[in-house]
């Protein structure tokens, strides 16, 4: 659920918007920017140059029929009881932290769990007319978990539309000084 602070701040998400309240398995968690508009960031998600292979860009679009998101949709999904946000990195970058109410869903595991998403097994494979909406993220533009796992779960009949893709990933979120777990 998404409620305006009373408190005056300067960085605010958008205009008339200061912070979003999401439910998370620990309770309630405010996500807000960063107040000090010094701010800088700075150690592993300050880079900007990485080795591809490996860390190369990501297409926008992984696939065909997945929907690209930003900040804004993002915050939106997280309110939304409807969507399941995915951090479908591995569990040790999950646990360094995190977009507050996102479930971690590994990209090396997300096939063999699609049940946790509204598919049902049907015989060696899936049923997923029933699956939940859900919005996928890992650690940037750079980051190739994501697209892995919206791949591995198209193949396994998940179905394109009611995946959305935040490219920005863990990068962009901190880039913008947004709460983290």
Known sequence: MSQPSNDPVPVNITGD???????????????????????????????????????????????????????????????DPQ????????????GGGSIPGAVNLPFTEIAERLDELGCRRDGDGWDCSSARSVALFCNGVWCGQSPTAIHHMIDAGFPADRIHYYRGGMQAWHLLSLTTT
């Open 17 to 79: 918007r200061h912070s979003v309240f999401v439910d998370t398995s620990l309770g309630p968690i405010e996500i807000r920017r960063i107040q000090d508009i010094d701010h800088e960031v700075t150690g592993y998600w300050a880079r900007t140059s990485r080795p591809c292979p490996k860390s190369c860009i990501q297409p926008m679009i992984p696939a065909s029929g997945v929907v690209p998101i930003g900040e804004l949709e993002l915050l939106d999904m997280l309110c």
């Open 83 to 94: 969507v399941t946000v995915l951090d479908s990195r591995t569990p040790d970058w999950f």
